[in-house]
Every structure is written in C-alpha cells, then in structure tokens.
C-alpha cells in the first residue's frame, strides 16, 4: 500500500516499514516526507481506530492545508479538530515554537544587527501569522552584537497601551 495513493483510513502499524513516515525520516531525511508525515510523527498517535496520518490530515484541513495556519492556531483552536487534545496541542505549539526559535538563532550565539533589515530578518519567523501588536526592543552591545530582545508591550483590539503604561 503506498500511502501517497491511498484514500482509505490506515494505521501505520499496517504498512510496510519501508514506508511508515518515522523509518522513511531516519532512512532518507525529512526532504522525502510530505508534511502529513512529518505532523503525524509529531502527533505520535490517532485516536482509537483511527490512524495518525488520518488525524494528521484532518488537522491540515482544518488550517487550509497551511503549516503557517497550524503553526499560528491558537491551542483551543488545534483542540477543535478532533483527536486533538491537550496534550497533543501543547506539543505542537512546541514543536513550532522550536522552529520558530532555531531560525531566530541560525545566525549563532550572538548575531549582528546593524540594519534594519538584519533587524527585520531577526524578528521575520517570529512574526509571521501573527495578528496582535507587539512593541519588542532588541539590545545590543557596542558592537552591534545582540544581548537580548524584549517585549514592551501588547496591543489590545483597538489600541497599543503606551509603553510606559
């Protein structure tokens, strides 16, 4: 059975082991996995009857097949689509958030930002999808090295609070 052809509920235990997601990642690399598979090895498991590359694209539908979309969800929101539970909700928000961080640090321990669109690559992942006003402040050293950034504020619905406030 070739997954990628198969419109039919499986579990994963029943396929080949040539051809389940988490032994195709370790053989080949994550490069030849479609992103269902790599969600259903986060997700680790279905529901009862049901297989986790079913639950895995569920989940894509539910977010307009967009990792962006299941990536911003909020954790009450990836809890609507069923199988989704709080657990499973608070590990991929982890998972995301790791990416989100490994491409904020893939500049090294102490990238330089010395332009504003260093500054704008730095925020760039972090950013993306998001759809409330944040006021952060990167502080760096004479040499332009990052120290740390820090948000200052939330915006609310209608209006950022002063920064003072």
């Given amino acids: 059975m070739n997954i990628a052809d198969s419109d039919k509920s499986y579990l994963i235990a029943n396929l080949p082991v040539h051809e389940r997601p988490?032994?195709?990642?370790?053989?080949?690399?994550?490069?030849?996995?479609?992103d269902i598979e790599l969600l259903a090895i986060i997700l680790r498991g279905g529901p009862r009857g049901r297989s986790?590359?079913?639950?895995?694209?569920?989940?894509?539908?539910?977010?307009?097949?967009?990792?962006?979309?299941?990536?911003?969800?909020?954790?009450?929101?990836?809890?609507q689509v069923a199988g989704i539970g709080h657990a499973k909700a608070a590990e991929l928000k982890?998972?995301?958030?790791?990416?989100?961080?490994?491409?904020?640090?893939?500049?090294?321990?102490?990238?330089?930002?010395?332009?504003?669109?260093?500054?704008?690559?730095?925020?760039?992942?972090?950013?993306?999808?998001?759809?409330q006003e944040k006021l952060w402040?990167?502080?760096?050293?004479?040499?332009n090295g990052l120290i740390r950034d820090e948000l200052i504020t939330v915006g609310l619905l209608d209006r950022k609070p002063h920064p003072r406030a």
Avoid: C
């Fill in 52 to 79: 986790t590359l079913d639950l895995a694209t569920g989940l894509l539908q539910r977010f307009n097949n967009s990792l962006v979309d299941v990536a911003k969800a909020t954790p009450a929101q990836l809890q």
């Fill in 94 to 131: 982890a998972t995301f958030a790791l990416a989100e961080r490994l491409m904020r640090d893939r500049h090294g321990e102490k990238p330089k930002i010395n332009s504003p669109n260093l500054a704008a690559e730095y925020f760039q992942e972090r950013f993306r999808g998001k759809q």
């Fill in 22 to 34: 988490r032994e195709r990642l370790l053989r080949f690399g994550s490069e030849h996995l479609r």
């Fill in 137 to 143: 402040v990167l502080l760096l050293d004479t040499k």
